[in-house]
């Protein structure tokens, strides 16, 4: 049973247009949602996170938009570059454990 | 120099051999973790430990084992190898004091012939 549902699978966007990825999850003990990103041949790198007490997160061309009534969150990155091309994964954790547990990953293209 | 270093990188291994990964850390976190990715399924936790003396198993721990040696190594260890153990596996480690960011090695490919 995937507790984070993740989606689209792979996404293709223009130079300078907005990526947007999906996560959803079931379970409501979860507090703290980051998203990693990974360069092939490297471990995930923590991009952003957030906590369910606000509703959005920005930094720099990255953020996190929160639904926590819809148990929702996405990833939006502006003015897509190709340096973004890897993959993404959503992830979720509860309580002061540092367990995470991941979305199934979205490899994102961006062309030039 | 990474903070988080994982050895062998790639590894081929017969079915039936016993294999260990390790893992070392100079970021000075007392949390440890053992993570494996399968194209399509993400990350699945395998084992975490939260100190020398405290060892958990996460939600596939079967076929695996671990050994935390002292704060900044985590070992991880196949008993006897199966194909299906063919994938890439990680090494995380978090600070309990300074939030949950996790921070990852470069994996290990393993491949189960």
């Known amino acids: 049973q995937q507790q984070v549902k993740q989606s689209p699978q792979s996404l293709i966007v223009q130079k300078g247009g907005i990526s947007i990825i999906n996560c959803a999850y079931e379970n409501t003990a979860f507090d703290y949602f980051p998203w990693y990103q990974q360069f092939p041949g490297k471990g995930p790198a923590l991009l952003i996170a957030i906590r369910p007490d606000v509703s959005e997160k920005k930094e720099g061309r990255f953020t996190i938009s929160f639904n926590k009534s819809a148990k929702q969150f996405s990833l939006h990155i502006m003015d897509s570059q190709p340096g973004d091309s890897a993959t993404y994964f959503c992830a979720a954790s509860a309580g002061n454990t540092g367990k995470l547990i991941f979305g199934q990953g979205t490899t994102l293209q961006v062309k030039p | ?113």
């Open chain 2, 1 to 113: 120099d990474a903070d988080v270093t994982q050895t062998p990188r790639n590894r081929i291994t017969k079915t039936g051999k016993r294999i260990m990964l390790e893992c070392s850390q100079t970021k000075g976190h007392d949390r440890m973790y053992w993570y494996r990715q399968d194209p399509g399924l993400g990350l699945r936790l395998i084992y975490y430990s939260f100190d020398v003396k405290d060892i958990n198993k996460g939600e596939i721990s079967d076929g695996y084992s671990v050994s935390r040696q002292a704060q900044a190594k985590f070992s991880l260890s196949l008993e006897s190898a199966i194909p299906n153990q063919t994938a890439l596996y990680f090494c995380a480690t978090s600070d309990s004091g300074q939030g949950f960011g996790a921070f990852f090695g470069q994996g290990t490919r393993l491949t189960v012939v």
